[in-house]
């Protein structure tokens, strides 16, 4: 959950390490740092707590002129967030960045007695190991990183600079991604490809079993046992810069929020022929398709929900087992795998390393892997079988958004085709469906037009410090994104209840003024969900009801009504969860808390 940038080239690579490092910011901030060569080919550092800006002010007073370094900022794994624990950390002649986290940096602590540390972290025991192989080799980079890689158990992505060889920078990876890049500026390294987009077109991916080296205007890879140098090909970088900027809104999250009609006609639109799912883009056939008797969705977060949307909806269809894991618990168990078992892992930055360590152990029992997800060259797309990439673009907020829609979006175009060729939808069902489907981005549109009764929910929920949302079925499903979405951004403790479970102990604590968010699009059970909004109104509660414009209901039920466009209740998901987004948006915005970068957190969770 940390963002490293490295840069060497022939203009100030202080700025490229700033500008690399905002871009990166959402994958954690709580402290940050650069290590970069200065006119006299020293290394300098320099490191704080807190978010990139706070570095980016100490860099602006430094006068040195540096054309290599290397940049970290931090999501706190392994040691509390202070400067000692700031990386880059520093052994003898090595200057180390770290994604990831050792596992037995403990066991290698003993092993080479390693007792003086200025920090808790594990990445500084990584630098003193790499330091002493490195003078053992009479300063060999290669052979010393190459020693290091057969010690360290974990996952980790390093970028390091050696004091003694200015304008290099070397870089390895496991598990956690790094790409690269040359541009005529000079070779670029970084977590992610948000922060090469300004600089180039074409990037690489740093494979998990080489050694990267990056000169002013080269790129070496070579095999990280024998040394010998590897030939790469480069992939197109098919993100605009514009696509990873806020082009005029306040925000991240409420420019993603807006982007989520065209991201739904972006990714909808390329798996639809004559209305009808089609999947050759991804080489899935529909005689593969109509083989799978059993799926299983691993995921986590708002990914997760979309995968439980539409388990929701489509078990009751296809009537084969359709189930939504937690990855973090799946990927120790010992789930039930046939030779027809189809995995789905969900992932927007296609980094999460629950979801990944899930999709191995499906692997390893023999399931076909067939990966939703948004960014490209990612490793669990690289990973799957077949993977169908959503075109949501960049998400930069750390709370997912239009990433969430469109994963559903593309599930149910999945199952609505397994659906069929498993003759549990008939062609004209089938067509029916997708042209609802493709009527979404407009209905979305439509309800940006809640953004007034929404500001004024806000404005009462700034004061709470508790919150229920409540559903039944998949209105149960959008109340737990609804929950995720307010907690994560506005600090309310949220809890997400299927509504008939109140009365068996929750109702406890539901007091005078309590606001609960009730979700109500389904007609066949809208009077049941409906009693238990007065079960809770009678013991004061504020509600909030988010209902079907059709439905009918007390009117001094609810303190707040947000109506919903009469839809398909299959289908209602995507205007709720437009209006629960908004909800945590303007909370949080009410608070005057950062949107964007929420306390804690970081957009990939790339550590267990
Ligand atoms: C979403 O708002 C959260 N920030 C988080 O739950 C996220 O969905 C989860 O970490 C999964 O991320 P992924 O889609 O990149 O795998």
Not at 109 to 116: G, L, S, T, V
Not at 387 to 408: D, H, M, W
């Amino acid at each position: 959950m940390c963002g490293i940038i490295g840069f060497t080239g022939n203009i100030d690579s202080k700025r490229i390490l700033i500008d690399g490092l905002e871009s990166l910011e959402y994958r954690g901030y709580d402290s940050s740092g650069v290590s970069f060569f200065n006119e006299k080919n020293k290394v300098e550092t320099i490191k704080c707590v807190g978010k990139v800006e706070n570095l980016k002010k100490l860099i602006d007073k430094n006068l040195s002129i540096s054309n290599c370094g290397i940049g970290h900022t931090r999501w706190a794994t392994h040691g509390n967030v202070s400067i000692e624990n700031a990386h880059p950390h520093k052994s003898g002649f090595v200057n180390l960045v770290h994604n990831g986290i050792i596992e037995n940096y403990i066991s290698l602590k003993d092993k080479y007695d390693i007792k003086n540390t200025i920090s808790s972290t594990d990445t500084e025991i990584a630098a003193i190991i790499l330091n002493k192989f490195y003078t053992e080799t009479n300063n060999d980079p290669l052979v010393s990183i190459s020693r290091l890689s057969k010690e360290i158990k974990g996952t980790y992505a390093f970028c390091v600079i050696f004091d003694d060889r200015p304008n290099e920078i070397f870089a390895i990876r496991k598990v956690n991604p790094l790409v690269s890049t040359i541009s005529n500026i000079g070779s670029i390294i970084s977590s992610d490809l948000t922060a090469l987009i300004p600089y180039s077109k074409e990037y690489y991916i740093v494979p998990e079993d080489s050694i990267i080296k990056l000169e002013q205007y080269k790129i070496k890879f070579y095999n990280i046992n024998n040394l010998e140098r590897i030939n790469l090909t480069p992939c197109e970088l098919n993100w605009s810069n514009d696509s990873t900027m806020k082009d005029g809104y306040p925000h991240y999250m409420i420019k993603e929020i807006y982007e989520q009609p065209k991201a739904l006609e972006n990714t909808i639109r390329p798996h639809l022929k004559n209305h009808i799912p089609d999947f050759s883009l991804e080489n899935i056939t529909d005689e593969f398709l109509k083989s799978i008797d059993n799926i299983q969705i691993v995921a986590c977060g708002t990914a997760l929900h979309a995968g439980l949307v539409a388990c929701n909806v489509f078990s009751p269809i296809i009537k084969i087992p359709i189930t939504a894991y937690v990855a973090s618990e799946y990927r120790y168990s010992e789930p039930l795998i046939t030779k027809n078992t189809l995995v789905i892992p969900i992932s927007q930055s296609g980094e999460t390393v629950d979801t990944i360590a899930s999709l191995s152990l499906a692997k390893s029992y023999g399931a076909k892997i067939l990966s939703v997800v948004n960014v490209r060259s990612s490793t669990i797309s690289r990973e799957s079988d077949f993977c169908i990439f959503t075109n949501a673009g960049p998400e930069i907020a750390v709370a997912s958004t239009k990433a969430y829609t469109v994963q559903i979006a593309t599930l149910f175009l999945l199952f609505s085709k397994i659906a069929y060729l498993k003759n549990m939808m008939t062609i004209d069902e089938l067509i029916n469906f997708s042209k609802t489907l493709e009527l979404i981005p407009q209905i979305i549109t439509d309800t940006f037009s809640s953004d007034k009764i929404i500001k004024e929910i806000a404005k009462f929920l700034k004061f709470k410090n508790d919150c229920f949302y409540i559903g039944r079925l998949q209105d149960y499903i959008s109340s737990l994104e609804g929950a995720l979405k307010l907690k994560e951004i506005s600090y309310i403790h949220t809890d997400a209840y299927a509504a008939g479970e109140l009365k068996h102990g929750t109702i406890a604590l539901i007091t005078q003024g309590i606001p609960v968010i009730a979700i109500d699009t389904n007609i066949n059970i809208s009077s049941k969900l409906l009693s238990n909004v007065e079960e809770v109104k009678a013991r004061e509660a504020a509600i909030i009801l988010i209902i079907n414009e059709k439905f009918e209901y007390k009117k001094d039920l609810a303190k707040f009504v947000v109506p919903i466009k009469d839809i398909d209740y299959r289908f209602a998901v995507f205007p709720v969860s437009i209006i629960t987004q908004l909800i945590a948006y303007y909370t949080s915005l009410e608070k005057g808390l950062d949107v964007d970068k929420p306390r804690n957190l970081a957009k990939s969770v790339t550590v267990e």
